[in-house]
């Protein structure tokens, strides 16, 4: 089940389609354990907390004034990594045009790296919210073009006319409009 959203831009509208698959689980799976070092480092499993710690920091700098503290412990990443595996649990669920999924990636890379440059000159300091917001976007923006790669394939149907002329094409099922899509001649194909 697929649910449409349309946005409306300069150009026109922009479909997003929603849709759930088996690599936001992965994601969510990353939150989870993510979120469950803390626990584990200041209950009975500090073996497990700290194996799985030492895991995460092959990934992240692990700085504990840069991460989010719960059960008296910082988080197996800093607050921008958190920030971008939870907005990849959400970006794994979007579809869009693979256009508009790059242009989202450029921004959000822009907007982190100017981050990163004003906090090294020194013109602010070390905002856990803004980085975990401008991890978000980042890794939706990232996943929303890994899971908009396919997007177009995983709608479309191959069909094969034989005939004298032998038409191979492609035809998409259905559009964000409900309308199929024309052949090279014009006539308009009805949806499967």
Known sequence: MAI???????????????????????????????????????????VLGFALQRGFALVCHQRPERCFWIFGAPVAVCARCLGIYVGAAIGLVMRTSRSVAMRLLIVATLINALDAVTELA???????????????MLGAAGALLISSAGYRTANAAKVTISGPNKLNCAIQREDSSGAGLEKPNGALLSKL
């Open 4 to 46: 449409v959203l349309q946005l409306v831009s300069r150009r026109g509208t922009v479909p997003f389609a929603v849709r759930w698959n088996s690599w936001t689980l992965g994601a969510i799976s990353l939150i989870c354990l993510v979120l469950a070092v803390p626990y584990f480092l200041t209950h009975d499993f500090a």
């Open 122 to 136: 020194g013109l602010h300091g070390n905002w856990m919210d803004v980085r975990f917001a401008l991890g978000l």
